[in-house]
């Protein structure tokens, strides 16, 4: 059942009826159902496995928090954990861990192969399972106390704005909204059901429009005109840019429209100046998960520059293996952490040295610097489609050559012209958090909805694509 949906459109509005009409208490268990209903949709034995998941960390949270003796603590704690990361490597893992085997086999003309069983990944299993892990840190840590309420965790867990596809929300964040009265208000309708339409707005008509293109340049099988690449990076970079953060500017709009408030998981990423600034805007709540709950636990930068570099590429190796079970998505984490290592040595050897130079010249170097960053993310982003050895070197080797289509190019625009504008009027009144098109002056406010009504009428998928990061 997808936002873009007339069955989930139907499915909240019955769902926020309701839900008016109960107290807390009762919304909570309301909220408990329609996550089981939600999720249900995808593979209602799946259902189990989630549910599964959330009693043991329920039960296992309460009685971490009961044992005093440190040692048994820590490797209650630590069970715990694998547990957890059983269950995930089981489900995403297996079969790539396998087929890995078998190709090292193969390089050592060994020729017996271990045979592959197909395993159904559970739509959203890395989101709800990086909740339980960090939920259980934190109780462990002592930096929360676990809920006692079954409905509360599980609502928790299943809360199903964000359930396929995050933000990944932090305990300390989500489970005292859950436990108290939320507040409805015309206002707080207003702006979710804005924020709402807006990010399916983007999915719909941007990142559904992009994908066609992006899917045929991207066929192994078929051949690529040489210099289109950059036509498909940007493309490709917009596609997944519109798709991810439209989904979770839908959860978090619908989220607004029931009292919640989710995280902020996109702050205009590609105005990053550099590698690091990046994922401080893109994909915040993993990122930020990534540093809290792998980076510091690894030493982080405590033991020296050599090992906090060496942490920083083994957490975007995890990083890229955490979006998917394949050479490419690692190959891409590793990518990511090369970048962001590189940035690190020359912030700690050059830019720290002489700032005030750069500091200087830094209205020159600004634009540069996005740019830059713009192309390493959209160039980087292509290995999540690398099917082989053979199909990267293809995409590396169309870099040399000139391609342009001005027909492209205008459709290229068309499409990416509504993020241009919002995201413009963003950074002019310097509010990232929502829409603040109602800002602009009614003459270009006007205009402005207008266009995007006339795009949206002409160009808006239903139903066709899901949203990219489901398979995660």
Avoid at 163 to 189: C, H, M, T, Y
Wanted: hydrophobic share 55%; charged share 15%; aromatic share 22%.
């Amino acid at each position: 059942m997808l936002f873009n949906s007339i069955d989930f459109i139907l499915f909240f509005s019955i769902f926020f009826l309701v839900y008016l009409k109960l107290g807390y208490k009762n919304q909570n268990i309301l909220l408990f159902l329609a996550g089981i209903v939600f999720y249900s949709f995808w593979n209602f034995k799946m259902v189990f496995l989630l549910l599964f998941c959330i009693l043991f960390n329920f039960y296992t949270g309460i009685n971490l928090n009961k044992i005093s003796n440190g040692s048994t603590r820590r490797i209650f704690f630590k069970l715990t954990i694998l547990v957890n990361l059983f269950i995930l490597v089981v489900f995403k893992y297996a079969v790539f861990s396998v087929r890995s085997l078998n190709d090292i086999l193969n390089v050592l003309s060994v020729k017996k192969e271990i045979p592959v069983f197909e395993i159904l990944l559970p739509v959203g299993i890395s989101f709800y399972t990086f909740h339980n892990i960090s939920y259980i840190y934190d109780v462990y840590k002592k930096k929360i106390q676990p809920t006692f309420n079954l409905i509360t965790y599980s609502v928790y867990d299943l809360f199903f704005p964000l359930l396929l596809a995050g933000p990944i929300e932090r305990a300390d964040k989500l489970i005292p909204q859950i436990e108290q009265k939320r507040v409805l208000s015309w206002n707080k309708f207003k702006g979710g059901l804005l924020l709402f339409a807006w990010g399916i707005f983007k999915k719909v008509v941007i990142a559904d429009n992009l994908a066609p293109f992006v899917n045929k340049s991207l066929d192994p099988s078929l051949d690529m005109p040489n210099g289109l690449v950059y036509f498909v990076a940007i493309a490709f970079a917009f596609q997944i840019y519109a798709d991810f953060s439209g989904y979770t500017d839908a959860a978090r709009g619908m989220a607004k429209m029931i009292g919640f408030e989710l995280s902020l998981n996109f702050n205009i990423p590609f105005m990053a100046r550099n590698p690091i600034d990046f994922w401080r805007r893109w994909h915040i709540s993993l990122s930020t998960w990534l540093r809290d709950y792998v980076y510091i636990p690894l030493g982080g930068n405590r033991y020296g520059f050599f090992r906090q570099n060496v942490n920083l590429m083994l957490v975007w190796i995890l990083g890229g293996l955490w979006h998917g079970a394949t050479y490419g998505y690692m190959l891409w984490g590793a990518y990511c952490g090369f970048q962001i290592v590189i940035y690190n040595v020359l912030n700690r050897f050059l830019f720290r040295k002489y700032k005030d130079f750069f500091e200087s010249i830094d209205s020159f170097l600004k634009p540069i610097g996005i740019l830059f960053t713009f192309f390493l993310f959209a160039y980087g982003i292509l290995l999540f489609r690398v099917e082989n050895y053979f199909h990267l070197l293809r995409l590396i080797k169309n870099l040399d050559g000139f391609y342009y289509e001005p027909i492209l190019f205008i459709k290229l625009i068309y499409f990416l012209l509504p993020i241009l504008i919002v995201e413009s009027v963003q950074i002019y009144h310097r509010y990232t958090d929502g829409l603040v098109l109602q800002k602009v002056n009614r003459f270009a406010f006007s205009f402005i909805v207008v266009f995007f009504f006339v795009q949206f009428g002409l160009s808006a998928v239903f139903e066709k694509y899901e949203f990219f990061y489901f398979q995660f």
